[in-house]
């Protein structure tokens, strides 16, 4: 059996699905069943070899492995597509990716200027990528259904801001980090998001792709 599964490629996205709500006491004998926390990680470009858990010697992953020894172990898991957006979003869906709004990394470039990092900045309605439609059911929306508190940390890139298609519209209570997958491809962003906010950073960012002044020293 090939146990082989891809987690996406991209950059990281760290997903967190959790907390059910705290609940009134009742008598042990009314208590009912307390439904498991989620955490859920999907990480661009990481095979199950590269941790721990599933046999990996070199790299040490004692965290992840923790989660997986007191939880569950996947050894059958496939991404529905080889790039961010569309593996994500048949991800929160459960589309297949032909079925699913997003099938591939749209920046929206009718826009305008999206490429350019310090128009991005200067103006949010250039961030982010094509929005899922307003009425895309979400596993975050029926999470909350099932009295879950939901929320996610990472990257989106599943639709701009000022758009239906933003985590606290699509069923997430709490969204930290990069709104567009883009901003994603700097370390050192100038901005994240929390929730529909903006959170600036003391960076000054490099445009991904931008070559060194002759004579520098990319070791400093």
Request: glycine letters at 8%; one cysteine or more.
């Amino acid at each position: 059996m090939n146990l082989r599964y891809s987690l996406v490629t991209c950059m990281i996205m760290i997903s967190v699905f959790g907390c059910q709500n705290a609940k009134v006491s009742k008598p042990e004998n009314q208590q009912t069943k307390q439904k498991p926390n989620i955490i859920y990680i999907l990480a661009d470009d990481l095979g199950y070899g590269d941790l721990g858990v599933y046999g990996q010697t070199k790299i040490e992953t004692p965290n992840i492995d923790a989660l997986a020894n007191e939880g569950l172990l996947f050894t059958q898991h496939y991404t529905a597509s080889p790039v961010c957006a569309p593996a994500r979003a048949s991800l929160l869906t459960g589309l297949h990716g032909g079925h699913a709004s997003i099938r591939g990394n749209d920046e929206w470039k009718e826009r305008g200027d999206v490429r350019s990092y310090r128009a991005m900045i200067a103006d949010s309605t250039l961030e982010g990528q094509r929005p899922m439609p307003k009425n895309t059911v979400t596993i975050a929306q029926l999470l909350k259904k099932a009295d879950y508190k939901t929320a996610i940390v990472g990257k989106w890139g599943l639709g701009a801001p000022h758009t239906e298609s933003i985590p606290t519209k699509m069923g997430f209570d709490y969204f930290f980090g990069y709104n567009c997958q883009r901003q994603a491809h700097t370390y050192t962003p100038v901005h994240l998001y929390e929730n529909e906010n903006r959170v600036y950073l003391n960076n000054d960012t490099i445009a991904p792709h931008e070559g060194l002044a002759k004579g520098s020293d990319a070791f400093l």
